[in-house]
């Protein structure tokens, strides 16, 4: 059982940066495949962006494209989520999501076996 643990969410003016953070309990950390979604009031989860495993292939979701980069330090238990040029639609409950699932892209939640409590991120206009 994975347990993830998001931080580093807030309050930022629209084209400002947050990094968020995703610390993992499991010591196989490097064998999980993770990624990043989110959820705003009214919406349905959607996909943000993956990495690999290995940290050797990364996804976007074509509206953070250019933007946010997720990065891991298999070292530390733990994946981020770098985010610049917020703008006020990146508004939205950020979850990060663990699935055993390595090979392939995994872009889809319900292939996504462990999820975190979920950090705010709220971009003011």
């Known amino acids: 059982q994975v347990q993830l643990v998001e931080s580093g969410g807030g309050l930022v003016q629209a084209g400002g940066s947050l990094r968020l953070s995703c610390a993992a309990s499991?010591?196989?950390?490097?064998?999980?495949?993770m990624g990043w979604f989110r959820q705003a009031p009214g919406k349905e989860r959607e996909f943000v962006a993956y990495i690999s495993w290995s940290g050797g292939a990364t996804t976007y979701a074509d509206s953070v494209k250019g933007r946010f980069t997720i990065s891991r330090d298999n070292a530390k238990n733990t994946v981020y989520l770098q985010m610049n040029s917020l703008k006020p639609e990146d508004t939205a409950v950020y979850y990060c999501a663990a699935t055993i699932r390595r090979f392939g892209v995994v872009v889809r939640s319900n292939e996504y076996n462990y999820w975190g409590q979920g950090t705010q991120v709220s971009v003011s206009s």
């Open positions: 499991e010591r196989t950390f490097s064998s999980y495949t």
